[in-house]
């Protein structure tokens, strides 16, 4: 949706890439997985993200993990977890789009409930184009154009 793509490009997309622009990150790691499905289906293990303002390579080492994989890795190394998996939450987003989920659900199906068109934040997607549709809300009068 339009204020979905908004939101995701003014809170996360445009900072990220600033902040990869201020220092100079070229490459960073990700924890997307197959396993997740939707868009993350197809993801290879490595891959350069040019649709930024610089190049990034994006390191995917997990790819072939399962959630279980990941489960079994975290408590093997004591790994410390957010306390909202402890209540139902298999993956966390925003605070405004994230709630737990049902017993034999996909672990993502927590994640912008309502909105079935939704599979990721805006961190994986085109940074042009985000940023112009955020700049065309830019436009608007200021009331039409709010934070989720």
């Given amino acids: 949706s339009t204020q979905s793509t908004w939101d995701d490009f003014v809170t996360k997309v445009e900072p990220a890439h600033r902040c990869y622009e201020e220092l100079r990150v070229r490459a960073v790691f990700t924890g ?44 093997e190394h004591n790994v410390p977890v957010n306390e909202l998996h402890a209540q139902g939450y298999k993956s966390i987003g925003d605070w405004h789009s994230t709630q737990p989920t049902k017993p034999g659900e996909s672990e993502r199906s927590g994640r912008w409930v309502g909105k079935p068109e939704k599979t990721e934040c805006g961190l994986h997607k085109n940074f042009f184009e985000m940023k112009q549709h955020a700049m065309s809300r830019l436009s608007e009068p200021l009331s039409t154009v709010r934070m989720a």
């Avoid at 939707?38 to 399962?66: F, T, Y």
């Fill in 32 to 75: 997307r997985r197959r396993s997740q499905h939707g868009e993350r289906g197809e993801i290879p293990v490595a891959e350069i993200d040019g649709s930024g303002p610089i190049p990034i390579i994006k390191i995917n080492p997990l790819v072939d993990w399962s959630y279980d994989d990941v489960w079994e890795y975290l408590e």
